[in-house]
């Protein structure tokens, strides 16, 4: 089974950019990386997917070096509204299996 | 709001006890997937449906089972309820089939808070 690693938490201020990274061993070449977010009593909320390279929306950034074996959510001029859980879900067995992240805690700061 | 809905929002039983919680996926969403997610543990996923067959399988104890029915509402059954099984119960949907290989962005709801005392 895939096994991921996040940081547990992150301190930001309003404005800067912020990166997190999420490790990811034993994922299918063509198996796409998830990121969700999630606020305190409520369901996660998809961000952004994609399975090589670089992905980008809206709303953020995920790159994926050419391992695969790790990926970097990456959120622009974050704000306070963002102080939230980032969670990343990489699909494992066979693709029978999906397997969340620990989750990192972000916090921004005025 | 993600348009799948759950009921009910809260739950409080009794060790040894069944409960049934229920999920209503967006429309025109064929997949539902329930998770647990508890302080220990973090977030699991528990099984997949697609179209009223099961799909995937994940950390799902024996003590639990799922069904999705005909008009794609599915039920998450828990019985010999534990104190360990205290936890918030989320369900998502998708319009995808497989779990990977394939762009699949879910999308959850609310939850279940279930209390076992």
């Known amino acids: 089974l895939a096994k991921t690693t996040q940081p547990i938490s992150m301190d930001s201020y309003e404005g800067q950019e912020v990166n997190i990274t999420c490790s990811h061993n034993n994922i299918a070449t063509n198996d796409y990386i998830t990121w969700y977010q999630q606020f305190p009593s409520q369901g996660p909320r998809f961000i952004i997917q994609g399975y090589k390279t670089k992905v980008t929306n809206e709303v953020a950034s995920l790159f994926i070096p050419a391992d695969r074996k790790s990926s970097t959510l990456s959120l622009p001029r974050v704000s306070l509204s963002d102080t939230a859980v980032y969670y990343c879900l990489v699909p494992s067995n066979a693709g029978n299996m999906l397997t969340f992240g620990g989750g990192t805690r972000l916090m921004v700061k005025p | 709001d993600s348009g799948v809905t759950q009921t009910p929002k809260h739950l409080i039983t009794a060790t040894g006890q069944r409960v049934t919680l229920r999920c209503s996926p967006r429309?025109?969403?064929?997949?539902v997937y329930w998770y647990q997610q508890s302080l220990d543990q973090g977030l699991q996923f528990l099984i997949q449906?697609?179209?009223?067959?099961?799909?995937a399988k994940g950390n799902i104890l024996e003590r639990f089972s799922a069904q999705q029915f005909p008009d794609l509402h599915s039920e998450l059954n828990l019985s010999s309820l534990e104190l360990g099984d205290s936890a918030l119960y989320f369900c998502a949907s998708s319009d995808r089939p497989q779990l990977a290989a394939s762009y699949n962005e879910q999308f959850f709801g609310p939850g279940t808070r279930l209390t076992v005392l």
């Open positions: 429309s025109g969403d064929l997949s």
């Open positions: 449906y697609y179209n009223g067959e099961e799909r």
